[in-house]
């Protein structure tokens, strides 16, 4: 996994819009679709999805919609990653278009390397909390002002 799926950006982007808005209540499902260009069906999908992780819960009701349950430091990048994506089985080839009946039945000259690239991507997904990307959003701003 060199980059997340169409899917898993879009739940990093919900989530990180959530956490934007922690201890301020329940944010709108619009209103993170608006700010982070999701497309308002999908996202409706992955969110629920995501309230099975504990990480994201909602509020029913005129004053309702999603949050976070945990700070924004407690959750990581990884953690969501793994969440959707669920651990494949050892059985399954990680770099087969294939994915379950791999032609090279575990003679895959790339197998390792896809591997360890995987392991590198997530070793860095999971020391990347979502506060850490609020704080390099507001420095990035700050680097812009006059």
Not at 1 to 9: G, S
Not at 43 to 50: D, P, W
Request: charged share 25%; hydrophobic share 40%; net charge positive.
């Amino acid at each position: 996994m060199l980059a997340p799926t169409k899917k898993n950006q879009y739940a990093l982007r919900a989530i990180f819009e959530l956490a934007k808005h922690m201890n301020q209540g329940p944010v709108k499902i619009s209103d993170i679709a608006a700010a982070q260009s999701i497309p308002l069906r999908f996202l409706e999908v992955i969110l629920n999805q995501l309230k099975a992780s504990g990480i994201v819960d909602s509020k029913r009701g005129f004053t309702g919609g999603y949050f976070l349950v945990k700070p924004p430091g407690q959750v990581s990048v990884g953690d969501v990653l793994r969440f959707l994506d669920r651990e494949p089985s050892p059985t399954d080839c990680i770099a087969c278009v294939s994915k379950t009946s791999c032609p090279f039945d575990g003679r895959c000259a790339f197998s390792s390397l896809w591997i360890r690239v995987k392991q590198a991507a997530f070793s860095i997904y999971d020391r990347t909390s979502f506060q850490d990307l609020i704080d390099r959003e507001r420095d990035t701003g700050r680097q812009g002002e006059p």
